[in-house]
């Protein structure tokens, strides 16, 4: 069992940053690939963006890639997201998701997810 707690979402201006935390804790954090996941109002749920379990490997979603970088520290079982020159269209609650497998996180089979993190750029 992995529990995982979000922070650091909150009300931002265009064009500001925001570094959204998810902290976990139970098994070997390791193990898991972790993604982060957001969900607008009136939208399905959609990956923002993945990194292997060593973090050798991230993907982005193409409407975030060179602004959002996912990161994570396997020693204090911690994962990031650097969120900077945010866009009205990036308002969403954001989740942090854990699977054992790539393919599955990536395809929505989530072993684990978080509470969520509201994230709010006016227009």
């Known amino acids: 069992q992995v529990q995982l707690v979000e922070s650091g979402g909150g009300l931002v201006q265009a064009g500001g940053s925001l570094r959204l935390s998810c902290a976990a804790s139970g098994r070997t954090f390791s193990i898991y690939v972790m993604g982060w996941y957001r969900q607008a109002p009136g939208k399905q749920r959609e990956l923002v963006a993945v990194?292997?379990?060593?973090?050798?490997?991230?993907n982005y979603e193409s409407s975030v890639k060179r602004r959002f970088t996912i990161s994570r520290d396997n020693a204090n079982k911690k994962m990031y997201l650097q969120m900077n020159s945010l866009k009205p269209e990036d308002t969403a609650v954001y989740y942090c998701?854990?699977?054992?497998?790539?393919?599955?996180?990536?395809?929505?089979?989530?072993?684990?997810w978080g509470q969520g993190t509201q994230v709010t750029v006016p227009s």
């Open positions: 998701a854990a699977s054992e497998g790539y393919a599955a996180l990536i395809s929505g089979v989530v072993g684990f």
């Open positions: 990194i292997t379990g060593v973090g050798a490997t991230t």
